[in-house]
């Protein structure tokens, strides 16, 4: 009977000390917030550096495997994960060359083009707008404020986006802040990458002193759930970015619509978003081509179209969708609901957050009709 005092006095402590907690943050919103902003900011480097090390150390994982693994040379075995961090390293930088070479001029030919092409593509729509406006008198009188140019009108448009980026001195500050993040962040990738065993034995000796068995085993079954999701998932999403940049690429050319590579790999590189990137690459696309001839500006969102149906009910559940196992009904509602609660870091690792969710509910599912259907029988 004390034993039961003693627990329920526990839990009622434990309870009004949590109250207390939510009240206090919930009073001092403000200062929590900025509080957890310095906070993050101070341990931004190190948080970037466990994600690439996250990353290379997929690559590290395959190159072990090949790097003479049945070898019982004493050299190879005491270079294989320095050998194999390096490869992986040397891979990503592959990666980042073909970024800079080949898909970096073409998204640079690709604002040119914009630049270029959007005060013809304003002033014709404008021009179209005013046939039509004396039908809609509101419209008419909008426009006449208006009273700008094609040129004007993108002359507002960079000033606005110039405002919004913060002016040149914060962009550089930011850029030099941001290198010496990353080269901290490598830094610490690589000692991850080096003493990772020694890390997850002292990890694992933590939660044996801390937390009892049963929950020890819930906590990895976790970790490993979201390692298995959220590793197919960028494997996954790469190859989907990649799959449809070719298709639409090859695409463009069959049906010879103009800026075939510029917008091809425009898209490629936006589709890095799940689902919705690559409509965000064809609109500006289709203002493009609108520039060059309106009807083949109509054919490529035909195009655009049945290509995001082939690749939204196709490619993608196949190639990222079922490779973090969840159905694509799922992947749209991750991408929403992420979006909606962390913005772009949310579109992004939205699926594979609700892709380990949905694994460990269809775990617990299982565990309790397992249960349920012994205790019946």
Same mark, same amino acid.
């Given at each position: ?6 627990? /329920? ?5 434990? /309870? ?28 931004? $480097? ?22 003479? $693994? ?8 005491? /270079? ?54 004396? +039908? ?15 040129? %004007? ?95 639409? %690429? ?10 075939? %590579? ?11 978003? $799940? ?32 290509? +995001? +149906? ?25 991408? %929403? ?31 309790? +009709? ?8």
């Amino acid at each position: 009977m004390e034993d039961i005092r003693n627990i /329920t006095q526990k839990i009622i402590i434990k /309870t009004v000390i949590l109250i207390g907690v939510i009240l206090l943050i919930i009073l001092n919103f403000t200062s929590v917030i900025n509080i957890v902003r310095n906070i993050s900011r101070v341990f931004f $480097p190190l948080m970037l550096g466990a994600g690439i090390a996250y990353v290379l150390n997929i690559l590290v994982l395959v190159y072990e495997k090949v790097y003479f $693994p049945k070898s019982k040379n004493k050299i190879l075995i005491s /270079t294989r994960r320095a050998v194999s961090i390096f490869l992986s390293i040397l891979t990503i930088a592959a990666v980042l060359l073909f970024f800079i070479l080949i898909l970096i001029p073409q998204v640079n030919q690709f604002v040119k083009l914009l630049i270029e092409k959007f005060p013809l593509v304003y002033e014709n729509v404008v021009e179209w707008v005013s046939t039509y406006a004396d +039908q809609l008198p509101l419209l008419e009188e909008r426009l006449k404020e208006l009273n700008m140019d094609g040129n %004007t009108a993108l002359g507002k448009g960079i000033s606005v986006l110039s405002k919004w980026a913060g002016g040149t001195v914060s962009i550089v500050g930011t850029i030099f802040g941001g290198i010496m993040n990353f080269i901290l962040a490598m830094f610490f990738s690589i000692y991850i990458l080096f003493s990772k065993e020694d890390l997850k034995h002292k990890f694992d000796k933590l939660l044996n002193s801390f937390v009892k068995a049963d929950k020890k085993k819930k906590i990895y079954n976790v970790l490993q759930t979201a390692n298995e999701s959220f590793s197919s998932y960028i494997i996954g999403q790469f190859k989907e970015a990649v799959i449809i940049g070719v298709l639409c %690429t090859l695409g463009m050319w069959i049906f010879r619509f103009p800026y075939a %590579t510029v917008i091809g790999s425009v898209i490629g590189l936006t589709a890095l978003i $799940p689902l919705v990137g690559a409509y965000i690459g064809a609109a500006v696309g289709f203002l493009l081509i609108l520039a060059v001839n309106p009807i083949k500006a109509l054919l490529f969102l035909l195009f655009i179209v049945i290509l +995001q +149906q082939v690749e939204g009910n196709v490619i993608y559940p196949k190639v990222v969708g079922e490779s973090v196992g969840l159905p694509g009904i799922w992947v749209f509602a991750a991408i %929403t609901v992420g979006g909606g609660l962390m913005g772009i870091p949310g579109i992004l690792f939205g699926v594979p957050i609700f892709a380990t969710l949905y694994k460990l509910l269809s775990q617990a599912v299982n565990e309790r +009709q397992k249960l349920k259907g012994a205790k019946e029988s």
